[in-house]
């Protein structure tokens, strides 16, 4: 049984009172915030802000395409988020997300009637965001598929039938690659390992936008554990370095229901930081083994489970009164954010 900590937890010690022993593990933490830790069943989430929400979408179609200007559109299904591209030749797809799927086609169609899909771009290997793959080359064949050698390599050895390999790679950090087609002009760059070894931004000169999947969340609290972070710090990298490496009016991000903009990679950055810093308060002011009874103490697993719920319980209780009305989903997933951010500290090293 995990021993954090919410206001519910009073609730639910009263219900387990034939269990005395559980009863006294959930008491929380001292200065504990009231927000709900994970592994608990939480039923009132704080309520999504304007600011987290898109446009609408018809209910009808199920999906909504944003003109972004310049022969480029962002397609969504309200969470997640592609991109495609009207060349004159036909049509660059970038990314093919299962839970869009078919409406990939239909906007397709839509956006240029009859048009070939002459290219794919993938952002990365991740099958929520490519795993449609195979059904667009199955209506396209002969079409071209592009990505970083880094995928490619992902993708080889996963063996998946729904994301057919690269048929073009180009390999290296910052060497950007441009894929040209019909007038039209992407280019492609890998900035190092981040979200997931390979992850590239897509970046759009015509209508300055910038395509980065699973690393900024325009509104919204990134997705748990740094939305899966394979390297913490090559996202702290990325998400510090974006706004001044393009000059994008649009970010397709890859999640929620409306593109961002540079006020989001700050908003977002600015929450990164606080949160690093809240990380590095708490783990400097927390004492190791402090409170626990003395037969645990020679159990080191159970001293850090201890160490780490109490720096997270203080980071979560630090950051909450500065963000939970700014960002959507902030209760959700502070907690995940919080023990990530003290783990990268401890292993990656403290520098932002
Ligand atoms: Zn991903």
Not at 30 to 44: C, F, Q, Y
Not at 189 to 212: R, V
Request: aromatic fraction near 8%; charged fraction near 20%; hydrophobic fraction near 45%.
């Amino acid at each position: 049984m995990r021993t954090r900590t919410f206001a519910g937890w009073l609730m639910l010690s009263a219900s387990l009172a034939a269990s005395p022993a559980l009863t006294q593990e959930l008491t929380p933490y001292p200065g504990a915030s009231d927000i709900a830790p994970p592994m608990v069943h939480n039923d009132h989430y704080d309520l999504v802000l304007e600011a987290g929400k898109g446009a609408d979408i018809d209910p009808a179609k199920g999906y909504r395409i944003d003109d972004l200007g310049a022969g480029a559109f962002m397609v969504t299904e309200g969470i997640y988020q592609m991109m495609i591209v009207k060349t004159d030749e036909g049509l660059i797809v970038v990314d093919a997300p299962p839970p869009i799927g078919d409406k990939i086609l239909k906007a397709a169609e839509e956006i240029a009637p009859g048009a070939k899909i002459t290219h794919l771009v993938y952002s990365h290997a991740h099958v929520d965001h490519i795993g449609f793959a195979a059904q667009i080359v199955a209506t396209n064949p002969g079409m071209e598929i592009v990505a970083h050698q880094e995928t490619a390599d992902i993708l080889a050895r996963a063996g998946d039938a729904n994301r057919p390999m690269p048929t073009v790679t180009f390999d290296g950090i910052d060497q950007p690659f441009t894929l040209t087609a019909g007038g039209q002009s992407l280019e492609l760059n890998y900035s190092g390992p981040n979200h997931e070894p390979g992850n590239i931004e897509i970046w759009h000169a015509d209508s300055q936008t910038l395509m980065l999947i699973d690393v900024v969340f325009p509104g919204w609290m990134m997705w748990r554990r740094m939305a899966i972070a394979h390297d913490i710090p090559g996202v702290f990298d990325l998400v510090g370095s974006i706004n001044a490496k393009y000059d994008f009016k649009t970010l397709v991000s890859g999640h929620v229901g409306r593109t961002g903009t540079k006020a989001d990679v700050e908003a977002q950055w600015a929450f990164m930081t606080d949160l690093h810093g809240a990380a590095m308060k708490a783990l400097g002011s927390t004492a190791i083994a402090e409170g626990m009874r003395a037969e645990d103490t020679t159990n080191p697993w159970a001293v850090f489970d201890n160490f780490i719920d109490r720096v997270t319980v203080q980071c979560v209780a630090e950051l909450a009164p500065t963000w939970r009305d700014k960002l959507s989903g902030f209760d959700v997933f502070i907690y995940d954010q919080c023990m990530a951010m003290e783990q990268s500290i401890r292993v990656d090293g403290p520098s932002l």
